[in-house]
């Protein structure tokens, strides 16, 4: 397996910031934003009660009969507290999902740019990664007739996430429906949709796969509480599938893990049940700083970036800076390189493109404060005005 580049590009801005150097880091897929006082003082309570020993192994009751609630409410989709299992995080849930359904000599299509785990978790569960690669003309986002080329008879699964990391597309439903139209015509395959940042969208609804007729007993719902609430650091996330998928999901955890931590389930209990006005400011915030880079960005030559419709991520494509020359006489040869330019000389940390199955692009997160992404804006005109096109 490989490590992933997201957390090392953030350890290398880390590493500079620990040598003194003034770094503005864009590389974290995590909000700037303290998790609600709501959420935080339900943990704070759960620790003072004494709730501080072992849960059911799929979670409390009453969280996933929460979760339960919140399915039918805002995804249209009836599932059962038996029917959920809650995790350390929705990255544990995609990779149960994806243990407990595919197997050696499987294949699992992608969309790339892809986020970094999806391959390797495939590779360990034995199977095979299948990248299909979008374009920045179609905002990164997967057409039915792409997904119909992949498909073998060794296809076991699709993994989709909307609203996406890294790019921030998102699927309509209309083309929700195209991508159901063709699974609808491979009875075997099933999809793992990643929805963690279902409540960050702007100009597009969010619809939920499984919310389409012949797709719910096919689909492994995926979501949590990292990105909305502000809980990254707190370890919360669940699947929802059919009650035999949830069973050996189960079953992998027990022996792995057990379940999330108490008081973590106790503030997942609060955040579902809070004022929801708390998530639309912070999406109301991360629409600003989407439109203020968006704007900076259209400004370098060279470089073209689809107008994200969620999550809180930039994917701007710098095919054509790449063969460029440094001022020291170095050479632009991959993204990797060119972010390595950026962080090293002009402190701003991003992650490179091939991480995410797309070479020519890099990953920009606008989890920042304004006056953060504006010095950011300002360093990276600096360093592309240093770079010698080829």
Sequence with gaps: MKPSATLAMTAAAKERIRQGHPVISLSAGEPDFATPSVIAEAGIKAIRDGFTQYTNNLGLPELREAISRKLEQDNGLMYGPDEIICSNGAKQSVAQAVSVLVRAGDEVIIPAPYWVSYPEMVRFAGGTPITVSTTVD???LLTASQLESAITDKTRMLILCSPSNPTGGVYSPEQLADI???????????VISDEIYEHIVYEVPHKSIASFDGMKERTITVNGFSKAYAMTGWRLGYMAAALPIVKAASKLQSQFTSAPSTI???????ALEMDPSIVANMVSAFRIRRDLM???????PGVKCPTPQGAFYLFPDIGQWLGSRTPAGGHIKDSQDLCMFILEEHDVALVPGQAFGAPTGLRMSYAASEAELKQACDRLD???ARLERP
């Design 138 to 140: 179609s905002g990164y």
């Design 180 to 190: 159901v139209d063709v699974l609808l015509r491979h009875p075997d395959m099933y």
């Design 264 to 270: 973590t389930q106790k503030a997942g209990i609060a």
């Design 294 to 300: 968006l704007e900076r960005l259209a400004r370098l």
């Design 382 to 384: 600096a360093a592309f």
